[in-house]
């Protein structure tokens, strides 16, 4: 079973700039997240998906941070314009079900760096 | 107030012996899930052990246990005979369920563990 895919894995931009990031959950997995993880912390969620529904977007920046997710399958997030403080690792994971016990499976992340 | 504590911000061990990773949460729910997650310099989080509140006997997986104390509320990981490839970040987490019905999981700020020869 393919994992959770990403894309890029490493982003550099100048703060301003314009970035999107890619992610492709586990076939069949009706949830998706967004998280952000600052260095030294935790993942901190930005963004829940059920299928193609938001169902937890309250931690999301609204002025600068988009997110979609089409046909309840990959998923993009877009930062416009980045700050500084917006370089992170941005984790994608899926889950079967959000209502129960499952675990989240994580992608390898994309590193961000603003410049 | 932070939902997930981690104290340690980092942990020596030698190879083969254990290691108590610690844990504290606070919830006001009866119903929750604990996670360990392990995540090394390659950055994908990796699922070690769940435990869930209603959950009688220490889940075990493997090395890994957690030993769970639902009145302190803590849900530390017990790592033993420790491996040089178990260096690496160690979070916890909760899993609530949101008004929503849909469920969510906080991390703690985690602990770096690292296994010498």
């Known amino acids: 079973e393919a994992g959770v895919a990403q894309s890029p894995r490493y982003k550099i931009i100048e703060k301003r700039q314009s970035v999107a990031f890619w992610c492709n959950p586990i076939?069949?997995?009706?949830?998706l997240y967004w998280y952000q993880q600052i260095l030294g912390q935790g993942p901190k969620l930005l963004i829940q998906?059920?299928?193609?529904?938001?169902?937890?977007d309250s931690q999301l920046p609204k002025d600068r941070f988009s997110a979609e997710r089409l046909k309840g399958v990959d998923s993009t997030l877009k930062i416009q314009p980045a700050k500084l403080e917006d370089s992170a690792v941005y984790l994608c994971?899926?889950?079967?079900?959000?209502?129960?016990?499952?675990?989240?499976?994580f992608g390898p992340g994309t590193r961000l760096t603003v410049l | 107030a932070q939902k997930i504590t981690q104290t340690q911000p980092g942990m020596f061990v030698q190879e083969k012996e254990a290691v108590t990773l610690d844990c504290t949460y606070d919830?006001?729910?009866?119903?929750?899930?604990l996670f360990w997650y392990k995540q090394p310099s390659s950055g994908e989080m990796i699922f070690l052990i769940y435990?869930?509140?209603?959950?009688?006997q220490n889940a075990t997986e493997g090395r890994y246990s957690l030993n769970f104390q639902k009145a302190r509320k803590s849900a530390n990981l017990v790592i033993s005979a420790s491996q040089l490839g178990d260096s690496a970040m160690y979070f916890c987490?909760?899993?609530?369920?949101?008004?929503?019905?849909?469920?969510?999981?906080?991390f703690g700020k985690g602990t770096m563990l690292l296994v010498s020869p």
């Open positions: 994971a899926s889950s079967p079900l959000a209502v129960s016990y499952n675990e989240q499976f």
């Open positions: 076939s069949g997995h009706a949830t």
């Open positions: 998906f059920q299928n193609n529904g938001v169902v937890d």
């Open positions: 919830t006001s729910d009866q119903s929750y899930g």
């Open positions: 435990q869930g509140s209603y959950d009688e």
């Open positions: 987490a909760m899993r609530e369920v949101m008004n929503s019905g849909y469920s969510t999981l906080t």
